[in-house]
């Protein structure tokens, strides 16, 4: 992530789950007045349409505000601030400038964030998708033989994911693999030419999607559930490439690659649906479908180009066309649900 670093990232809508959580009536999350620190972190989408709670938000949420205001490590400097009692904190802790929290006033929250229902299943399920987002680009750079470059993304699952993933993980009764993460980042560090490092790799992977298993297939399966988590998953792209790019070049190349296993994950997922949606809403899938194709022109290979293919601003567009066309089927399921 941004200056290596990554503990989850971020949905987007209805006051705090991706756009689609206002689609039908069940509960999908809480909020309480009482400022907290909370294990359930509030997802929001780089449409600003959610809260960001600066007391329990990942850093990757965090990575919003940077990006918005081009501060650089604005995202430890609030999280080493912490608690906060109010927005306003983030001026009297001297962590931003009043004319900089102008900016994101309306963005910035210190509720406390109770998910439920499908919210926290699509919180579940984001989170575990970053973590595969990150082992697939390790695994293209392992495979490179770029053991110093697949480091940081080997290491923000267990370092940054999992213990804010961790307690659902044993609500779910998933078996833990904290350990296998943990082995795999100190062997890749101490001895990147080990052998054992590809069978430890499959096998994080594989804990990984066992975790992913414990959902309900037909939910896992439903193209409105699948939807929420790609826009989280790009939100957290589309946050990173804004990061890895400074005047046309790449700068940081861990965004660049960050957002590059987000992006590739999330068409990976969509491919799973894309059946589906363009059986009941053939309009959403081909803008979404074409979309994605110009998306993934923008990360030609791992090892980023010296000059972007594409500015963060068109990046920006193309996820808002996803996000867009998600909304639209997720209004529609809602109408036809009420009907």
Not at 161 to 168: A, F, L, P, R
Not at 282 to 295: S, Y
């Amino acid at each position: 992530m941004i200056k290596s670093r990554y503990i989850l990232l971020s949905i987007a809508a209805c006051v705090i789950v991706t756009l689609g959580s206002c689609a039908g009536n069940t509960p999908t999350a809480e909020t309480t007045s009482t400022p907290a620190v909370t294990q359930a972190s509030a997802h929001s989408s780089h449409s600003g349409k959610a809260k960001i709670n600066i007391n329990d938000a990942i850093l990757s949420e965090l990575d919003k505000f940077e990006a918005q205001l081009g501060v650089p490590a604005l995202s430890n400097k609030i999280q080493a601030s912490r608690p906060y009692s109010s927005p306003e904190d983030l001026v009297t802790k001297k962590v931003i400038t009043q004319a900089q929290f102008e900016q994101i006033k309306d963005m910035v929250t210190v509720e406390e964030v109770v998910l439920t229902g499908e919210a926290k299943d699509v919180d579940y399920m984001t989170k575990l998708a970053l973590m595969k987002g990150h082992l697939l680009v390790a695994q293209e750079l392992l495979a490179q033989n770029q053991p110093k470059q697949a480091e940081p993304h080997i290491g923000h699952p267990v370092e940054e994911i999992y213990v804010d993933v961790e307690e659902q993980l044993n609500e779910r009764k998933v078996k833990e693999f904290k350990t296998n993460l943990v082995n795999l980042t100190n062997l890749v560090k101490s001895n990147p030419q080990d052998a054992k490092i590809k069978d430890n790799f499959t096998n994080s992977m594989a804990s990984v999607d066992s975790a992913i298993a414990a959902l309900p297939t037909q939910e896992r399966s439903k193209p409105e559930f699948v939807l929420k988590v790609i826009n989280g998953l790009l939100d957290a792209a589309n946050a990173e490439y804004g990061a890895a790019v400074a005047k046309g070049k790449i700068t940081e190349p861990i965004e660049y690659q960050d957002s590059r296993g987000f992006v590739v994950y999330s068409h990976e997922l969509y491919q799973g649906i894309s059946g589906q949606m363009a059986q009941a809403n053939p309009e959403a899938h081909k803008a979404i479908d074409k979309a994605f194709t110009e998306l993934l022109k923008v990360w030609p290979a791992v090892i980023p180009p010296l000059q972007a293919v594409k500015t963060p601003e068109d990046v920006t567009k193309m996820v808002k066309i996803i996000e867009e066309n998600t909304q639209k089927v997720l209004s529609q399921t809602n109408t036809k649900a009420q009907s």
